[in-house]
């Protein structure tokens, strides 16, 4: 079976700047579209970016826009989420995810992806 790994999650301070990785060892994944996903104590998975495998474009929840980055280097087969001025309303469990699709139709329901990582923690204090 495909398997995602999310790695990257640490402790921070307000402010401060994290990148996740989104890896599948033993397979390529280039061709598909991969989103990120943010689960908060007490709350609910929450799409926060994807970027389409088609044609690279990005999309980006609005209360990370303008701090956070997706990106992929095909060469390692890696989906970065780089976070900049992170907020303790940032902690969670960051998960990365497909759907198998080449686009961002369904980045933000976890109800649609079919491979989902294991999460990595971020925690931002005060």
């Known amino acids: 079976d495909v398997q995602l790994q999310a790695s990257g999650g640490g402790l921070v301070h307000n402010g401060g700047s994290l990148t996740l990785n989104c890896t599948a060892p033993g397979f390529n994944f280039h061709w598909y579209s991969i989103n990120w996903f943010r689960q908060a104590p007490g709350k609910e998975r929450e799409g926060l970016s994807c970027?389409?495998?088609?044609?690279?474009?990005?999309k980006y929840v609005d209360s990370v826009k303008g701090r956070f980055t997706i990106s992929r280097d095909k060469g390692k087969n890696t989906v970065y989420l780089q976070m900049d001025n992170l907020k303790p309303a940032d902690t969670g469990r960051y998960y990365c995810?497909?759907?198998?699709?080449?686009?961002?139709?369904?980045?933000?329901?976890?109800?649609?992806?079919?491979?989902w990582g294991q999460g990595t923690l971020v925690t931002v204090s005060s």
């Open positions: 970027i389409a495998s088609y044609d690279g474009s990005t």
């Open positions: 995810a497909t759907d198998w699709t080449n686009n961002c139709i369904n980045w933000q329901n976890p109800g649609r992806q079919n491979v």
